[in-house]
């Protein structure tokens, strides 16, 4: 399970605070333990698994890592965002961040370029915004125009400001289990399980779906929280077989109902990551009719995964003002949870 080293961190440092960290903890505890319970005494119905207790309790976290941040000097964080061109899916991304940035008071600046920026421009931008000491964070959304590669992001932003811990060395050091920025969207979903008091450590997960942002950290996050991961992808053999095995399915494959009840085994957990648009609905990529009859639990979509994807976005822009300030990635442990 996580440890949360955070809020003992950061309240030890005024002892009026620290008896409230305690009792928040022991709240933590007891909401985690009655939610292990009412999982554990379902009555065939499935319970879901709700981003919104977790993003509420989250953001107190973050209020108070924010002001530790600009009591010890840091720059007051501000994210970032970056769109080259148009595109529905990312612009309704950016609205959503800005929505959850604006609940924690962190600040946003949105860069929208023209469709037809060349990557010398991109290149450009980045290079000022990687020495914009105002600026904390940076993200870049997909996708990008087709001139324009995504490895180009990778390798030109900095990798203190790369919220979504998307360049070679936040990568390389989640891989390797050191300090870094994590994908927002894989360690939300670790969370969430987290929150619910479902175990990970021995678990079989399949993991389907192995995007850099998504499936592969997921896998490697989970696999240092002792789980058996299956990286499952569109040449996986057998799908069906493999997750008929596992405790726990986390889907991020982008097609809508893909995962049905007969593909699971009874009493086993969704993780449901997918965003799909259908007759202008927002669906997942698991069948929520199917699945509920068979599996414990699910993350519902929407009110799932996405609300703690945002949040811990704001996190990240919070850990990276930490970053700056050290000039290493070493303490954003300082806000982020220890999930090695
Ligand atoms: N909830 C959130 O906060 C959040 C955040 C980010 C993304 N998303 C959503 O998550 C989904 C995936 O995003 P992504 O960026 O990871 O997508 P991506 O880069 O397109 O990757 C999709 C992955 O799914 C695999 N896949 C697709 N169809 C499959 C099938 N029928 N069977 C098995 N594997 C299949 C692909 O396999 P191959 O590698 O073989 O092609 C690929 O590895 C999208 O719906 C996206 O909108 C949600």
Redesign the pocket.
């Known amino acids: 399970m996580c440890r949360r080293r955070n809020p003992v961190r950061l309240l030890a440092e005024t002892s009026a605070s620290h008896d409230h960290a305690v009792g928040a903890s022991n709240g933590r505890e007891r909401e985690r333990a009655r939610n292990v319970l009412e999982i554990g005494t379902s009555s065939g119905e499935a319970r879901l698994l709700r981003g919104k207790e977790l993003t509420s309790r989250l953001r107190e976290d973050i209020a108070q890592s924010a002001h530790t941040l600009t009591l010890r000097g840091g720059a007051s964080p501000l994210l970032v965002t970056i769109l080259v061109g148009s595109n529905p899916?990312a612009e309704a991304y950016r609205t959503s961040i800005v929505r959850t940035l604006h609940t924690v008071s962190i600040q946003h600046r949105g860069l929208t370029l023209p469709a037809e920026t060349t990557k010398s421009t991109l290149i450009e931008t980045l290079h000022e915004l990687n020495g914009d000491s105002q600026v904390t964070g940076i993200l870049v959304l997909m996708p990008l125009p087709e001139h324009i590669s995504p490895d180009t992001v990778l390798e030109f932003l900095s990798p203190l400001k790369d919220v979504d811990g998307i360049t070679p060395t936040n990568a390389g050091r989640l891989h390797l289990g050191l300090p870094s920025l994590r994908p927002s969207?894989p360690q939300?979903g670790i969370e969430l399980l987290d929150h619910y008091g479902i175990p990970i450590a021995g678990a079989r997960i399949a993991v389907?779906?192995?995007?850099n942002?998504?499936?592969r950290p997921l896998a490697s996050l989970l696999t240092r929280r002792h789980a058996t991961v299956t990286l499952?992808?569109?040449?996986?053999r057998d799908?069906s077989g493999i997750t008929r095995e596992a405790d726990i399915v986390a889907v991020?494959?982008?097609?809508p109902g893909?995962v049905t009840g007969d593909m699971l085994k009874a009493g086993s957990t969704v993780l449901d990551?997918?965003?799909?648009i259908v007759d202008g609905k927002v669906v997942g990529?698991a069948n929520p009719e199917s699945i509920g009859a068979v599996a414990a639990a699910y993350s519902p979509t929407p009110g799932g995964?996405?609300p703690v994807?945002a949040i811990v976005l704001a996190r990240n822009t919070i850990a990276a003002g930490y970053a700056a300030l050290s000039g290493d990635l070493d303490h954003v442990v300082d806000v982020l949870p220890d999930c090695h």
């Open positions: 899916s969207t939300g389907i779906g192995r995007s942002v998504v499936g499952c992808h569109r040449q996986t799908l991020a494959a982008g097609h893909l990551f997918g965003v799909n990529d995964t996405g994807t």
